[in-house]
T-cell receptor
Framework: KAGVTQTPRYLIKTRGQQVTLSCSPI?????VSWYQQTPGQGLQFLFE???????NKGNFPGRFSGRQFSNSRSEMNVSTLELGDSALYLC?????????????FGSGTRLTVV | AQRVTQPEKLLSVFKGAPVELKCNYS??????LFWYVQYSRQRLQLLLR??SRESIKGFTADLNKGETSFHLKKPFAQEEDSAMYYC???????????FGTGTRLTVIP
């Protein structure tokens, strides 16, 4: 079955702009979580959605938001981009969001803010 | 607060030598622990998790609750094991992972 699909693969934006990233989970998976990966901070949890509801949120400013659609696809939005937002953004798909069934990661979207 | 510590950023071993990647965690409850691996230009993928107690690609990891450790071990390293390894923790009922900072393993031919 198809894996986790993230689009686009690469993005270049300028400071102050906003960006939307997309994640399509594995068919049947209802949980999508987002992570930011940077060389300095490593992998940090952004938020998790299950059945269109945000259940958990990491320690990121309100400029980072997300949503999930009825087909479980999720989008992440970052407004008023800052240089420090440059990172690889990963989404992870899970059957129910717990560790019981593991998490499958997408290839990520590499965002560069200039 | 829960935390995952991987003390070694870089680890180099010779092919055929044993390898151990260290992971310590702090969490007062019963954690679920994972090892993820990221090969060059590939996505992050699950290597193993403690609840399944399985061996993947020759790697094993034992949860030591007394020492709060979940070290990853392999008796004989192979060149294809060169990658970035992340230890991760999910606490009971949670729906996200806390990652360590990762260890880059290089297996020298």
């Amino acid at each position: 079955k198809a894996g986790v699909t993230q689009t686009p693969r690469y993005l270049i934006k300028t400071r102050g702009q906003q960006v939307t990233l997309s994640c399509s989970p594995i068919s049947g998976h209802r949980s999508v979580s987002w992570y930011q990966q940077t060389p300095g901070q490593g992998l940090q949890f952004l938020f998790e959605y299950f059945s269109e509801t945000q259940r958990n949120k990491g320690n990121f400013p309100g400029r980072f938001s997300g949503r999930q659609f009825s087909n479980s696809r999720s989008e992440m939005n970052v407004s008023t981009l800052e240089l420090g937002d440059s990172a690889l953004y990963l989404c992870a798909s899970s059957l129910d969001g717990t560790g019981d069934y593991g998490y499958t990661f997408g290839s990520g979207t590499r965002l560069t803010v200039v | 607060a829960q935390r995952v510590t991987q003390p070694e950023k870089l680890l180099s071993v010779f092919k055929g030598a044993p390898v151990e990647l260290k992971c310590n965690y702090s969490y007062s409850g019963s954690p679920e622990l994972f090892w993820y691996v990221q090969y060059s230009r590939q996505r992050l993928q699950l290597l193993l998790r403690h609840i399944s107690r399985e061996s993947i690609k020759g790697f094993t990891a034992d949860l030591n609750k007394g020492e709060t450790s979940f070290h990853l071990k392999k008796p004989f390293a192979q060149e294809e094991d060169s990658a970035m390894y992340y230890c991760a923790l999910a606490f009971t009922g949670a729906n996200n992972l806390f990652f360590g900072t990762g260890t880059r393993l290089t297996v020298i031919p």
